[in-house]
């Protein structure tokens, strides 16, 4: 596609389930970003790929979140056992090699009720 | 340690009128980049425009204009002659090549154009 792609684009769930959210970058883009924006957080970053590799997961706010790429493409986002300060709205990018700007899509809305 | 500061949190002006969105950044490294997203209802982030920091020469882009000021360390993003379609929340955000490649964001300006 033309843009990257994130899947749902919303989902609730019960408190305690875990949840998956996928994310496609753009074709041909080789590090992909996952960020959280949550009111009174704003933007928060939470991992990042470089290909298949994740070199920072300094974000990752628990050890009930965990992300991974295969094929230097999709990537999913995990949260086990979700918790309602989970719910917000998780937004991935992605970045062509070389050029410093990330490409955005229209995230995935969480509600944990 | 990197922060962007966006002191507006709401603006609304009438259709037509000019309106500055401040951006205040901080970072000890020499070496940068500046960018402006723009958030429209559809949740998207949509890229604007990146500087980095060796570059001050300002940017217009048909109605958009951007004021990079070292000295400050201001970002200033400014539309002129603003149209309904303008609404959105805009991000300011900061990142450093070549070290985690994560982008700092503002907490983002919502800003309302009223026809």
């Known amino acids: 596609g033309a843009g990257v792609s994130q899947s749902p684009s919303n989902k609730v769930t019960e408190k305690g389930k875990d949840v998956e959210l996928r994310c496609d970058p753009i074709s041909g883009h080789t590090a992909l970003y996952w960020y959280r924006q949550s009111l009174g957080q704003g933007l928060e970053f939470l991992i990042y790929?470089?290909?298949?590799?994740?070199?920072?997961k300094s974000g990752l706010p628990s050890d009930r979140f965990s992300a991974e790429r295969t094929g230097g493409s999709v990537s999913t986002l995990t949260i086990q056992r979700t918790q309602q300060e989970d719910s917000a709205v998780y937004l991935c990018a992605s970045r062509p090699p070389a050029l410093d700007i990330q490409y955005f899509g229209a995230g995935t809305r969480l509600s944990v009720l | 340690a990197q922060k962007v500061t966006q002191a507006q949190t709401e603006i609304s002006v009438v259709e037509k009128e000019d309106v500055t969105l401040d951006c205040v950044y901080e970072t000890r490294d020499t070496t940068y980049y500046l960018f402006w997203y723009k958030q429209p209802p559809s949740g998207e982030l949509v890229f604007l425009i990146r500087r980095n920091s060796f570059d001050e020469q300002n940017e217009i882009s048909g109605r958009y204009s951007w004021n990079f000021q070292k000295s400050t360390s201001s970002f200033n993003f400014t539309i002129t002659a603003s149209q309904v379609v303008d609404s959105a929340v805009y991000f300011c955000?900061?990142?450093?090549?070549?070290?985690?490649?994560?982008?700092?964001f503002g907490k983002g300006t919502r800003l309302h154009i009223l026809p």
């Open positions: 955000a900061l990142s450093v090549p070549n070290r985690d490649d994560k982008i700092i």
């Open positions: 790929f470089q290909g298949n590799s994740a070199p920072d």
